[in-house]
């Protein structure tokens, strides 16, 4: 409870996440210094770009504690997210935007974990909000 830090950035990198992040949503949050975003959530760390200099405040308020979160860096930016290009034949689904990680606007979509929070499964015929518990705020469509 009652959490407060403030880490520097040493270099230019950008962020990842080690497991889930849990934070209590309205309350506990990581803020990179020149931006108005909270960042809550294992997608909303992951892949932010960092520079050195910059500094990454973490802040709790007095009521819930979860898990929390392990942070790490890399000067490599995360992969591309790329939507698949041709809707399998038969194909019942197709997502054309998976948020947090991508929107896709052409072509079959994400078809993987790797692709999109959620995804088409078995050449389109099904459809998951992808591996493991589903996360905050996903979108798709």
């Avoid at 959530?41 to 979160?69: K, P, Y």
């Amino acid at each position: 409870n009652n959490e407060r830090c403030t880490i520097n950035v040493l270099q230019t990198s950008y962020l990842s996440t080690v497991g889930t992040v849990r934070l209590e949503p309205c309350c506990d949050w990581l803020q990179v210094s020149g931006s108005t975003d909270r960042l809550q959530t294992t997608a909303a760390i992951s892949g932010t770009r960092v520079t050195g200099g910059q500094q990454i405040l973490w802040r709790s308020d007095g009521s819930v504690v979860t898990d929390g979160f392990i942070v790490c860096a890399s000067t490599a930016p995360p992969p591309t997210m790329a939507c698949s290009t041709a809707l399998a034949t038969g194909a019942f689904f197709q997502v054309t935007a998976a948020r947090p990680l991508m929107g896709c606007s052409t072509g079959a979509g994400p078809t993987s974990a790797t692709e999109g929070t959620c995804y088409t499964t078995t050449s389109g015929t099904c459809f998951t909000d992808g591996p493991g518990n589903y996360g905050n705020n996903e979108r798709c469509t």
